[in-house]
């Protein structure tokens, strides 16, 4: 009873009392629910958009159920053609996720030394090193420095290295950059939604 006295208080001065459906029809228990699950489609989202980013986070399913979370909440109208479209979208992204990467360094002659070390180079950026480029600059930086090191170690020639090593990265970067508009593309339909 007392969470529902804490947000019947704060409905009338927060974000949710300019919602576009009106709030005051539903009943405690459906009000407090819904309040959950629009809160637990935020934070699916939000983890999406991160796993965009971070190796082993599957970003875009993340993403997906926040989307459907919010379809269940009245503040949110989802049709079953736009979750069934998107659905598909998000599996689709991720199967390229695991294929781009691959074709693009056996294009320019690479190997799984280049991936994994592309991926070594994206989650130490990510934890924050204490010396070399930091933030933005550092997620794409040490990727490609780590691509680099993982080809160098199985060729041993700079050159070949630097080739292969540009395909993993160019490979990562599609990757990552059609992960994180699935994303925040979906991030931006919750939140106009709402409005």
């Known amino acids: 009873m007392s969470l529902w006295l804490f947000i019947s208080g704060l409905e009338s001065r927060s974000l949710i009392s300019s919602l576009r459906y009106p709030v005051r029809s539903l009943n405690p228990m459906e009000y407090t629910m819904n309040t959950f699950l629009i809160i637990m489609a935020f934070v699916c989202l939000a ?7 971070l190796p082993g986070l599957p970003g875009p399913p993340i993403s997906w159920v926040g989307l459907l979370l919010a379809g269940f ?11 069934i479209a998107t659905a598909a979208v998000a ?9 781009v990467p691959s074709l693009s360094t056996k294009r320019f002659g690479g190997s799984k030394y280049g991936i994994w ?48 090593a540009w395909g993993a990265f160019v490979g990562f970067l599609g990757g990552t950059l059609m992960k994180l508009a699935y994303c925040v ?3 931006v339909v919750v939140i106009v939604a709402m409005v």
Not at 47 to 53: I, M
Not at 73 to 83: A, G, K, Q, Y
Not at 91 to 99: F, H, K, Q
Not at 125 to 145: C, R
Request: a neutral charge.
């Open 117 to 164: 070390g592309c991926n070594i180079g994206l989650i130490l950026s990510v934890f924050g090193l204490p010396f070399g480029p930091q933030g933005l600059f550092g997620v794409i930086f040490w990727p490609f420095v780590g691509a680099l090191a993982g080809e160098y170690l199985k060729s041993r020639e700079l050159r070949p290295a630097l080739r292969a």
């Open 91 to 99: 599996a689709v992204i991720t199967v390229l996720d695991y294929v």
């Open 185 to 187: 593309a979906l991030l």
């Open 47 to 53: 983890v999406g958009v991160a796993g965009s980013v």
């Open 73 to 83: 909440t009245p503040w949110v109208e989802t049709s079953t053609t736009l979750l």
